[in-house]
C-alpha cells in the first residue's frame, strides 16, 4: 500500500478497481485543518482524467501493472502491433488505449507496453523521437520575427510546429510528452 506522501508523478494506483496513473499533484498544507494532497490522475486504458483529493495519511493500493519494453513493428488498420524482441510474442493494442501516443509511432521504436492483468492497456514512448518532415510550407523570405513558426506534416501523419528555416524532407527531434519541436537533426 502506498501512503500520501508517496504521491509522485508517473505512480500506478488502483481507485474503483480500476488502474490510474498519476498526472499531476499538488501538497496542500492549510493554516487550519489537515494537510491533503490534490491529484490529477490518467486512467490507463481510457484516457480519462479524473481529479481526486487524498487527505494525509490515507492509503492508496498500488495498480498490479508489468511493463515491457516492445518494439513497434507495424499499424494494423485502428489498432498497432508491437512484439517483444526476447520471446518474438506479438500483442496489438486498439488506438483507442493509446491517444496522442499512436501520432509519434515509427518502425522499429522500442517503447515500454504496460499491461494490467496480462492485458496490454498502454504504451510509454521514449521522451523524444527523430522523425521526418513530409509536408511544410517554405518560410516566407524577410519573415524574421523571433519565434515565428509554422506547421509541418511528419511522416507519422502528426502536424508540428516548427521555426521557419526547417524544410520539408528533414529530420526533427519532438518531444513526444508535448508534441514539440525540439531541434533539428542531422541524418545521413
Not at 501538497?27 to 481526486?52: I, N
Not at 520539408?168 to 531541434?183: A, Q
Amino acid at each position: 500500500m502506498y501512503d500520501t506522501s508517496d504521491i509522485r508523478k508517473g505512480l500506478k494506483v488502483i481507485i474503483d478497481a480500476q488502474p490510474y496513473s498519476v498526472v499531476d499533484f499538488q501538497f496542500v498544507k492549510p493554516g487550519k485543518g489537515q494537510a491533503f494532497t490534490r491529484t490529477k490522475l490518467k486512467h490507463m486504458s481510457t484516457g480519462a482524467v479524473l481529479e481526486r483529493t487524498f487527505k494525509s495519511g490515507e492509503k492508496l493500493e498500488p495498480a498490479d501493472v508489468e511493463e515491457r519494453s516492445m518494439q513497434f513493428i507495424y499499424p494494423e488498420g485502428e489498432d498497432f502491433v508491437f512484439m517483444d524482441q526476447a520471446s518474438g510474442e506479438q500483442v496489438t493494442i486498439s488506438g483507442d488505449h493509446l491517444g496522442d501516443s499512436k501520432q509519434f509511432l515509427i518502425d522499429g521504436l522500442q517503447v515500454d507496453v504496460v499491461f494490467f492483468k496480462g492485458e496490454p492497456i498502454d504504451v510509454t514512448l521514449p521522451v523524444h523521437v527523430v522523425v521526418q518532415i513530409t509536408q511544410s510550407d517554405p518560410g516566407v523570405r524577410g519573415d524574421t520575427a523571433s519565434n515565428v513558426t509554422k506547421p509541418a506534416t511528419l511522416s507519422t501523419g502528426a502536424i508540428v510546429q516548427v521555426p521557419l528555416f526547417i524544410n520539408e524532407g528533414e529530420w526533427i527531434k519532438v518531444d513526444t510528452r508535448t508534441g514539440e519541436y525540439m531541434e533539428r537533426v542531422n541524418k545521413r
